[in-house]
């Protein structure tokens, strides 16, 4: 399972397998999600994304799912190659006063293994 | 466009010091944030900005004071540097949801961050 603290959670896949990383959010009333790549000394990239009103949403080899029962994500990675290898955030939206801001998981590691 | 850009890259500070971090955009945005990125855990916000002159608390502020004069710069000061704000920071912008964008993607794009240790 996943913990918060010094040791991020690893997931090692072979290259070429599928990866699957998951993240529980917070707020039941949040209403839009992303996740981000961050690959070492470099900031968080944009990967994908979805929106409350959905459960699914595919790019280019990869899938986020929703499961707003259980205020479940996943990123699902097909082929997984070693570019691929980097910690992974999800980030949920949530609505103040003034806006919107996101909060962000602890992030898992992803190593691809050749 | 060079996106968001962040300056120092890094910096070394004695406790008490005192320093400011630049974050700069050229995309427009309404929205800017600062976050700190400690081992092991995800992003934390330190201040964040709706636009030029307003400025807002973030999940953790204290220590920290905050500057939007310009809408493309959001600062980032120490007043008296402590160890404990040895962390990565990173600054990240994003349009302003309703400004008439029609547009799936709402994302913050982040700046490469500022490695900052505290003696």
């Known amino acids: 399972g996943e913990s918060v603290g010094l040791h991020l959670p690893t997931l090692s896949v072979q290259e070429g397998d599928n990866s699957i990383i998951n993240c529980a959010y917070s707020n039941s009333a949040s209403d839009y999600f992303i996740w981000y790549k961050q690959e070492s000394g470099k900031g968080p990239q944009f990967i994908i994304d979805?929106?409350?009103?959905?459960d699914k949403r595919q790019g280019q080899r990869v899938t986020v799912l929703l499961n707003k029962t259980v205020k479940h994500l996943s990123l699902q990675i097909a082929a997984t190659q070693p570019g691929d290898s980097a910690v992974y955030f999800c980030a949920e939206n949530m609505r103040d006063n003034y806006g919107q801001n996101f909060v962000f998981g602890p992030g898992t590691r992803l190593s691809v293994l050749p | 466009n060079a996106g968001v850009t962040q300056t120092p890259k890094f910096r070394v500070l004695k406790t008490g010091q005192s320093m400011t971090l630049l974050c700069a955009q050229d995309?427009?945005?309404?929205?800017m944030y600062w976050y700190r990125q400690d081992p092991g855990m995800g992003l934390r916000l330190i201040h964040y900005?709706?636009?030029?002159?307003?400025?807002a608390k973030g999940e953790v502020p204290d220590g920290y004071n905050v500057s939007r004069l310009k809408k493309q710069n959001f600062l980032l000061g120490l007043e008296s540097a402590a160890p404990s704000q040895t962390s990565v920071y990173f600054c990240?912008?994003?349009?302003?949801?309703?400004?008439?964008?029609?547009?799936?993607?709402?994302?913050?794009?982040f700046g490469p961050g500022t490695r900052l240790t505290v003696l």
């Open positions: 900005s709706v636009g030029e002159g307003t400025t």
């Open positions: 979805i929106r409350s009103n959905m």
């Open positions: 990240a912008s994003r349009y302003r949801m309703g400004d008439g964008r029609s547009s799936f993607t709402d994302t913050q794009y």
């Open positions: 995309m427009n945005h309404e929205y």
